[in-house]
C-alpha cells in the first residue's frame, strides 16, 4: 500500500512539475514576444463588453481604436490594459464602459464565460492565478491545460500578434427592436435587481485596477455609457447605479450617453446599437471628441 501511494505521489508531481514547467516557459516566451501595438496615430482606446463593442465605430472616428468585446469582464480589460499602455505609450486616454450592469453580481462569473483564460494566460500575475484557482480550482486547471496548449501552438506558428484578436467593433446590420416591443409579456434582464447583495465582489476589485494603471501611467480614464432605449429595464436603477459610481468613482470622468438621442430603427435590441446607430453615434463621437 505504501508503494502505491508513493508510485502515485511521485506519478502526481511528475505531471504537475511537468506542467508548471511549461507553463513558466511558454509564459515567457509568450510575454518577451506578444505584440499589442497600434498604429502609432492612435492615443485613444474603448474597452468594455458588448455595449460599447456596438457603439463605437473606430472607423468613423480618428485616432480612436475600439477593443471592448463581447462579453468581457474587467478582469480581462485589465489584462488587455496592461499590456496595451505597454506597448504604446502614445496612448493618453482610455474609455471604460461603465453601466449598472457592470456593478452586477454576475459579472464575478464571466471569468468563465467565454474560456478567455486561454487567451491571456500568458499576462497573469500571481494574484489572478490565486482569484482562478480560489473561485474554480478545476476550471482553473482545465483552463491551464488548454492555455499552455494555446500558447505552444501560438510559439509553433509563430503567432505572436494579439492586436487583431482582443476585440474590436462589430458591425450589426439586424434589428430585433419591433418584435421586442410588440411583445408585451417582454421582460429585459431580470439579472438587474441591484441590492447591496448583488454586486460584484472582485469584477470590479479589477476595475480600480484599471483606474490606478491608468493613474501610475499618467494616462487620463474617462467611464462611459453607451446609449440605451428608453424603454431599457436598466433605467429602473439609476439611483443605485449614480449612489454607487460616486462613492466608489466619484473623481473618474463619467460621459453619460444613456439618453444620446436616437430612434427605434437604430437600435439592435433595448440595450444595443446597430450599424445605423453606431454611426449616428460615431459621427457625433467625432466632432465632439
Same mark, same amino acid.
Given at each position: 500500500?505504501?508503494? =502505491? ?26 510575454? #518577451? ?16 463588453? #458588448?455595449?460599447?463593442?456596438? !457603439? ?24 488587455? @490594459? ?28 464571466? @471569468? ?5 483564460v486561454p487567451n491571456y494566460l500568458a499576462f497573469f500575475e500571481f494574484e489572478d492565478h490565486k482569484l482562478l484557482a480560489t473561485d474554480n ?55 438587474? #435587481?441591484?441590492?447591496?447583495? /448583488? ?5 470590479? /476589485? ?19 455609457? /453607451? ?11 439609476? !439611483?443605485?447605479?449614480? /449612489? ?10 463619467? @460621459?453619460? =450617453? ?8 437604430? =437600435?439592435?435590441? @433595448? ?17 465632439? =471628441?
Amino acid at each position: 500500500m505504501r508503494l =502505491f501511494l508513493k508510485n502515485i505521489i511521485l506519478f502526481l508531481s511528475i505531471v504537475y512539475g511537468s506542467i508548471f514547467i511549461m507553463l513558466i516557459i511558454s509564459n515567457q516566451i509568450i510575454n #518577451s514576444r506578444a505584440s499589442f501595438k497600434l498604429k502609432p496615430n492612435i492615443n485613444k482606446i474603448v474597452l468594455g463588453n #458588448s455595449h460599447p463593442t456596438g !457603439t463605437f465605430n473606430d472607423s468613423l472616428i480618428s485616432n480612436l481604436k475600439n477593443l471592448s468585446d463581447p462579453g468581457d469582464s474587467y478582469f480581462y480589460g485589465y489584462q488587455k @490594459l496592461k499590456e496595451l499602455l505597454k506597448q504604446n505609450p502614445q496612448v493618453d486616454t482610455v474609455f471604460v464602459e461603465f453601466n449598472p450592469k457592470t456593478i452586477l453580481k454576475w459579472e464575478d462569473s464571466k @471569468l468563465w464565460r467565454k474560456h478567455q483564460v486561454p487567451n491571456y494566460l500568458a499576462f497573469f500575475e500571481f494574484e489572478d492565478h490565486k482569484l482562478l484557482a480560489t473561485d474554480n480550482n478545476i476550471g482553473y486547471q482545465q483552463e491551464l491545460i488548454k492555455g499552455i496548449a494555446k500558447n505552444l501552438k501560438r510559439i509553433m506558428l509563430n503567432q505572436y500578434n494579439y492586436t487583431d484578436s482582443i476585440g474590436g467593433y462589430r458591425y450589426v446590420n439586424n434589428t430585433r427592436i419591433d418584435a421586442i416591443l410588440d411583445t408585451l409579456k417582454y421582460n429585459p434582464q431580470k439579472q438587474y #435587481s441591484l441590492k447591496e447583495n /448583488s454586486l460584484s465582489e472582485y469584477d470590479i /476589485s479589477y476595475l480600480n485596477k484599471m483606474v490606478s494603471l491608468c493613474k501610475n501611467e499618467d494616462v487620463q480614464i474617462i467611464f462611459v455609457r /453607451s446609449p440605451y432605449h428608453k424603454k431599457f429595464d436598466g433605467h429602473r436603477y439609476e !439611483t443605485i447605479f449614480q /449612489s454607487y459610481r460616486r462613492e466608489n468613482f466619484g473623481t473618474i470622468p463619467f @460621459l453619460d =450617453f444613456q439618453n444620446f438621442p436616437l430612434e427605434d430603427v437604430d =437600435f439592435k435590441d @433595448l440595450e444595443h446599437l446597430n450599424y445605423i446607430g453606431a454611426r449616428k453615434f460615431s459621427l457625433w463621437f467625432e466632432k465632439e =471628441f
